[in-house]
């Protein structure tokens, strides 16, 4: 098979355009069609390929900085530094040409690389300075491709010493360094480390990618070309080169030490900072933050090894600048705020990912699917198993006795593994990685007895198939084909991914007949090979040294568990237990990108794992949210960044215990409570927009009726109230006791019980005889509504500031909250008729504030609103943990239950 890419030769006929129309696809695709290349591929499906490139998008990072710390720079300075011709082009040009990265993914890279560089300082300049901060992406997202483009800019700017710590296993360490030589050095470092006549021109070095720029590695990708002194000193290169040097290093004490020392060896005297690096600028990335760079000393008084010496590096420097890189921030969150440590002081970015990232939400979704359960938006590859229980017991030893044959889940996960990769030949995927993940115990004795089971089984499957045994190809062809109880076989699932929202995520979903796939069954099982990767097996997965394709089953444990990507993985057996999210979630080698065959990936994991990454998957969209909310508010900085992170008692740890000195739990709820929105965006565009979200709410509600005082709907679904109004109201940063990522949460447990499915929703309208009047106008017709007077704070917050706090923090009138309760306890009070409301049915109140009332300079009213929550028979609550230094910024209050308002 040729190793043309007809799509990157189709890129380059559409001359480096981010957004083309079908017409210009479909010309670009006849232009190539007539070069008469030998291709698998048709017309019509490299016109689905180009097409689906580039409907790929990316949402904006979002942000939450230090202002008064980060100051601009970098557009200033923009025009001496040359990005285009520079490191920055050649590898921007790489990751359109090479690596056939969308075109909007490569902008939305440009611009986060631009903001992390302008939140660090001008490297040039002569000033001591020091910024620390964390960007925050998904399991197997692109965090790599994220910071090389850091470090290119970085590089072209003029930081003169870029260290990359890359986890802390030499597969990872090797892995990063290859990546970095492809997208940054452009030669090959297992040759040479420093760029001259001899080295051997890879990836961005090759002819084509502009200039070659000169950059120098420390380090090699060598599985143990880790940084040595004696290496170091081998370049014979001089430490004040204007060229820029690099190394790629583990997160272990020996080598962090190792290059302190050296580091220390090119420092000067300072009668106030001691030994110092005044002349180079230093850019340290950490990879995978959260682990092992934490300090988790018991000591107060003392640091832990890794977290010490990674602080007396950036102290060598007068400039230095460091960001951690994490899908799971949740231990960093608990970092404490002195400046010996590593919290990130000056900025957290959060990078969403391409809309074509399988991630937690496509693989598990927020709760389990039952078996014959199907949905538009997850993925139908996960198998729940139970027959590994007798072989592989959750609690094993390391002595334990040995099974001596394989689960039939693991026989079948194998059988998919071979059919998946003929399937992927038979869609013309032919020089393409392949790989199997096996995780089921973390000793390394167990680790290696499976990788033996499973070779002689995979033998099994191998001579069958090349000895043309019916019985083995019926078993096969029964994976294929037949589903059973707890499995969904390929056919199945190709066509429920196809009937489903989730056919956009790749032009290449098919469902097959087995007659095709048989035909390159041979093909395929003759190319794949077992291996067992732990720090005793002296194995590797070299898919760098296997240019037409590496097909693995890989048997491991911690080592293929954090920051390891498994190329082309399609099929997970998993059945390790963690009760940490960040190490769950770091366990799932499963999410990533996985174009062109998408439906013939599977995992294969227990009940419990999947319920626990469901939860996990649910409070990782919480903490995005809660990241997304804070990060429209321009006061929020990350000390002052009250992150909260769901925590399941008594089931699943937020991270290791050991990394939670500095936190502090708490439950939340807003059963039985009144909540109000006394702090409003007072200025006219503000309004208006509020206005309109009422509109719109109301016109998708049964026609209201008029009774006591009020226009009212009665069993309006939550779904609407949460999804129509709540989500797209507005609200003022300073208002606390609304948090909306929890209140939605909040509701959506209550409705899983059975609790708050339908809400009354009332506009009052003032009856006062001087009330003005405003039309309300919605789809049915239009409404008189009285506007409601409530005045300001007198001594605090004028108007001009942006901000309206009501008087006695009370939006509503005393008895509007009976309204719509028939029988009335004696002595009524907000309290008591929570308590007798049914648990079932919530209450929205909602006012239109008159603004002249209130000495404003427009005639838009202001939308106020109130929730009366009942209480919750089942005590719904949300424990939390957050940071003990930052708990005071939460303003989690209950509002004053002596009724102090303003009448009507």
């Known amino acids: 098979m ?20 079908v017409q210009e696809v479909e010309t670009a695709v006849d232009t190539f069609m007539k070069m008469n290349l030998p291709i698998s591929e048709s017309r019509q499906m490299l016109i689905r390929k180009v097409e689906e490139l580039f409907t790929i998008r990316q949402d904006e990072f979002r942000s939450i ?12 300075k923009r025009s001496k530094i040359d990005f285009e011709n520079g490191f920055w082009g050649s590898y921007r040009q790489y990751l359109e040409e090479e690596k056939n990265f969308a075109p909007d993914v490569v902008n939305k890279l440009d611009r986060l690389t631009d903001s992390i560089l302008d939140n660090f300082f001008d490297p040039t300049e002569k000033i001591k300075v020091n910024k620390k901060g964390l960007v925050v992406g998904q399991v197997q997202s692109g965090k790599t491709a994220n910071y090389t483009g850091l470090i290119c800019k970085a590089a072209d700017a003029g930081f003169g010493l870029i260290i990359v710590m890359a986890g802390i296993h030499n597969n990872l360490r090797s892995q990063t360094q290859i990546r970095i030589d492809e997208s940054f050095l452009g030669f090959d470092t297992q040759h040479t480390r420093a760029l001259n006549q001899k080295s051997i021109k890879i990836g961005v070095g090759r002819p084509g990618f502009g200039k070659l720029n000169v950059a120098h590695s420390l380090t090699s990708s060598q599985e143990k070309g880790d940084f040595t002194q004696g290496a170091a000193n081998a370049l014979g290169l001089n430490f004040d080169t204007p060229d820029p040097i690099i190394a790629v290093i583990k997160k272990n ?18 009668t106030e900072l001691g030994r110092v690096i005044r002349n180079k600028a230093l850019l340290l990335i950490d990879d995978e933050a959260d682990n092992a760079s934490i300090n988790i000393s018991n000591d107060p008084a003392k640091q832990s090894s890794i977290n010490g010496w990674i602080t007396q590096i950036l102290n060598l420097f007068g400039k230095n600048a460091y960001v951690g890189y994490t899908a799971t921030p949740f231990a960093n969150i608990f970092i404490p705020l002195d400046d010996q440590n590593l919290f990130p002081r000056n900025f957290i970015k959060n990078i969403p990912a391409p809309s074509n990232y399988i991630g937690p939400e496509k693989v598990f979704g927020f709760s389990p699917l ?8 997850v993925l139908p590859i996960v198998n729940r198993i139970s027959d590994y229980e007798a072989f592989i017991p959750d609690r094993h030893k390391k002595n334990d006795q040995l099974p001596s044959s394989l689960p039939v889940s693991l026989k079948n996960a194998i059988r998919c593994f071979i059919i998946t990769c003929a399937v992927r030949r038979l869609r013309g995927q032919t020089t393409v990685h392949n790989s199997m993940l096996v995780h ?25 198939i090349d000895q043309n045994d019916s019985e083995i190809l019926n078993e096969l062809k029964a994976t294929f084909e037949q589903d059973e109880i707890g499995y969904k076989s390929y056919v199945s699932v190709s066509h429920q991914i196809i009937d489903s929202n989730l056919r956009d995520l790749d032009s290449q979903i098919q469902v097959h007949q087995w007659c095709d796939v048989l035909q390159h069954l041979n093909d395929a099982a003759s190319r794949i090979v077992v291996k067992s990767i732990h720090g005793g097996s002296g194995e590797a997965l070299d898919y760098f040294d296997h240019k037409n394709g590496l097909s693995v089953i890989a048997v491991g444990g911690n080592k293929l568990s954090r920051g390891l990507t498994l190329e082309g993985l399609s099929v997970s057996y998993y059945l390790r237990a963690s009760r940490m999210y960040d190490t769950l979630m770091q366990m799932g080698r499963w999410f990533g990108y996985r174009g062109g065959y998408v439906d013939l990936c599977r995992l294969f994991t227990s009940e419990e794992l999947n319920q626990w990454y469901c939860q996990i998957t649910d409070a990782s969209n919480e903490l995005r949210q809660e990241f997304e909310y804070m990060s429209e508010d321009a006061k929020s900085t990350p000390e002052k960044y009250a992150l909260k992170v769901r925590t399941f008692p008594g089931t699943l740890l937020v991270t290791a215990l050991n990394k939670l000195k500095n936190v502090v739990y708490f439950d939340l709820s807003y059963s039985g409570r009144l909540v109000q929105t006394t702090i409003l965006l007072p200025r006219k565009l503000e309004a208006e927009r509020n206005l309109n979200v009422l509109k719109t709410f109301i016109g998708k509600l049964d026609a209201p009726r008029f009774d006591k005082n009020a226009f ?28 909306v990522p929890l209140l939605k949460k909040y509701i959506a447990d209550c409705n899983s019980k059975n609790e708050l499915s339908h809400w009354t929703v009332a506009i009052f309208s003032s009856q006062d005889k001087d009330a003005v009047k405003f039309s309300l106008d919605t789809n049915y017709t239009t409404y ?3 506007l409601t007077k409530r005045s300001k704070e007198a001594h605090t917050y004028p108007t ?8 006695n923090s009370q939006i509503i009138s005393p008895r509007h909250e009976f309204i719509d309760i028939e029988r009335l306890p004696e002595n009524p009070t907000g309290r008591k008729i929570r308590s007798i409301r049914d648990p079932r049915r919530g209450l929205l109140m909602i006012y239109l504030l008159e603004p002249q009332f209130i000495d404003l300079d427009h005639n838009v009213p202001l939308v106020a609103f109130a929730l009366s929550f009942p209480e919750s028979p089942s005590d719904v609550k949300v424990r939390y943990a957050a940071h003990n230094q930052l708990i005071d910024y939460l303003d989690w209050e209950e509002t004053d239950e002596d009724y102090n308002y303003d009448e009507d």
Request: net charge negative; with cysteine; hydrophobic share 40%.
């Open 712 to 739: 009212f709907v009665k069993d309006v679904c939550s779904r609407i109230l949460v999804d129509e109004f709540i989500s797209n109201f507005e609200f003022h940063s300073d208002l606390k006791t609304i948090n």
């Open 65 to 76: 900085e230090k202002a008064d710390e980060n100051l601009p720079w970098l557009n200033e």
């Open 800 to 807: 001009k500031d942006n901000l309206f706090l009501v008087n």
């Open 253 to 270: 004490p020996n080598v962090l030490k190792r290059i302190h020392q050296w580091l220390s060896a090119q420092a000067d005297e300072d």
């Open 2 to 21: 040729s190793n043309i890419d007809p799509i990157k030769i189709i890129r380059q006929l559409l001359f480096g355009k981010t957004s083309v129309t």
């Open 440 to 464: 089921v115990s973390r000793f390394m004795r167990w680790q290696d007895h499976f990788a033996e089971l499973i070779t002689n089984q995979f033998i099994y499957y191998r001579r069958g």
């Open 370 to 377: 039952t078996d014959d359960e199907s949905s538009d938006t």
């Open 784 to 786: 008189d509504i009285g």
